[in-house]
Nanobody, 115 residues
Framework: QVQLVESGGGLVQAGGSLRLSCAASARTFSFYVMGWFRQAPGKEREFVAAIIGSGGSTNYADSVKGRFTISRDNYKNTVVLQMNSLKPEDTAVYYC????????WGQGTQVTVSS
């Protein structure tokens, strides 16, 4: 069982930055692919970014490429999403995800970008 706790959401103006963190309880954290997803009101949850266990490979949704950066610290069992040049369309609840055969989810953190 893996527990994920997100932090760092909030309200920011367009063009601003936010840093989301996710703390994981997994003993074998480095084995997990870690990712971030988001869900805007009235929309389905969508993929944002992911990073493999070693941290050597990342993947991003086209909508956030060049603006968001995902990273992880396998000693601290954390994954971070640095979000720059935020747009109003980035407004959503952001969820941390851990995947190793099955998916684990955090409770989500609200990100609101005002125009």
């Amino acid at each position: 069982q893996v527990q994920l706790v997100e932090s760092g959401g909030g309200l920011v103006q367009a063009g601003g930055s936010l840093r989301l963190s996710c703390a994981a309880s997994a003993r074998t954290f480095s084995f997990y692919v870690m990712g971030w997803f988001r869900q805007a009101p009235g929309k389905e949850r969508e993929f944002v970014a992911a990073i493999i266990g070693s941290g050597g490979s990342t993947n991003y949704a086209d909508s956030v490429k060049g603006r968001f950066t995902i990273s992880r610290d396998n000693y601290k069992n954390t994954v971070v999403l640095q979000m720059n040049s935020l747009k109003p369309e980035d407004t959503a609840v952001y969820y941390c995800n851990a995947r190793l055969g099955k998916d684990y989810w955090g409770q989500g953190t609200q990100v609101t970008v005002s125009s």
